[in-house]
């Protein structure tokens, strides 16, 4: 069967950032930045998570190895830089979405199957690191309530009036998460008891927005940037910049609260508002500083056939 390509959206985390790794409930938006797939002559030897997917695809669907895929992911960057929107989860779920259309299983009656593929691919290729969060916004879209137990799809996109600000470097999630993993291995006490403060923060605010609580995620959303400053200090991990340090800065004098998105480290910081206008006012005082704004929308669909590349 021939299929032109498929895309999968970036992500963001609104919550539950490390302590889902502990059994939390993590609450993460698909975002408008997507990864496109086609069938190709690139082979898919050429990237770590290009090469997993071929793997655990040809181990499902294909007697042999699966064709070439060529993926574009450029919308993921910032002058060569990762914005930390999840690049290499979209990515993974557009090849595995592109291949089981190329073989006759449309993404639509095949969507828990390739989540779950994708998730093993993700998985591998990230040295057996992270939760699988950011592949399952990539392939069901939307926002959705993630733990290990199982994810649940939020029925109407969050109330919150969201900016998303690029802090102009890089984050390193691997190296943070070897780092926090350190930190409990060295100083078990002080590793849980600034984990047992994001994981009770986390199942608070899944709460929270599953309810519609918009002033209530604005303060959890504050004391959960708060609680991964911490817990960084903890660890002798930067998970909290000075980039971020500013934007929630700005974000609390302007009514709202911002937090880290992901790992930290840099990548991208989330800021929440109760009101539009808390939202544009913070808008235009990041331009005064110099700040860069994207402009992504949240909520946005998942995997899909892209009849037109």
């Known amino acids: 069967m ?3 390509g498929t895309s999968a959206p970036g992500k963001l985390f609104l919550s539950g950032e490390y302590a889902v790794l502990e059994g939390a409930v993590a609450v993460v938006t698909a975002v408008d930045a997507r990864a496109f797939a086609i069938i190709g002559d690139v082979s898919t030897d050429v990237s770590p998570v290009l090469r ?6 040809s ?8 064709p070439g895929v060529d993926v574009n992911s450029d919308v993921f960057l ?27 299983l449309p993404i639509d009656g095949n969507r828990d199957r390739i989540l779950e593929i994708a998730s093993k691919a993700h998985f591998a290729a990230q040295g057996s690191r992270g939760s699988g969060a950011d592949v399952a916004a990539g ?34 999630t691997v190296e943070l998460l070897d780092r926090v993993r350190n930190l409990e291995r060295s100083d078990r006490p002080g590793y849980r008891r600034r984990m047992d403060d994001l994981v009770d923060l986390a199942g608070t605010l899944a709460e929270a927005y599953s309810l519609g609580e918009v002033k209530q995620i604005v303060e959890l959303t504050g004391e ?3 609680a991964m400053k911490w817990l ?9 910049t000075q980039e971020h340090e500013r934007v929630m800065t700005i974000a609390a004098a302007m009514g709202g609260a911002a937090k880290p998105s992901g790992a930290g480290g840099g990548g991208c910081a989330v800021a929440v508002f109760a009101q539009q206008r808390d939202a544009d006012l913070f808008e235009d005082r990041c331009a005064k500083d110099g700040l860069q704004i994207l402009n992504l929308s949240l909520h946005v669909e ?7 590349l």
């Open 2 to 4: 021939s299929v032109s």
């Open 52 to 57: 997993a997917v071929a793997d655990m695809v």
């Open 59 to 66: 181990c499902e669907i294909f007697t042999d190895r699966p």
């Open 78 to 104: 910032a002058d060569g830089i990762k914005l930390g929107l999840g690049s290499s989860a979209a990515v993974c779920a557009a090849a595995c979405g592109v291949l089981f259309e190329h073989a006759g």
């Open 139 to 172: 392939v069901l879209g939307g926002t959705i309530l993630f733990s290990v137990k199982g994810i649940r799809p939020m029925a109407s996109e969050p109330g919150i009036c969201a900016k998303v600000v690029w802090t102009g470097r890089a984050s390193s």
């Open 224 to 226: 959960y940037g708060l």
């Open 232 to 240: 960084g200090q903890e660890a002798g991990a930067p998970i909290v």
């Open 302 to 308: 998942g995997l899909r056939v892209e009849p037109s």
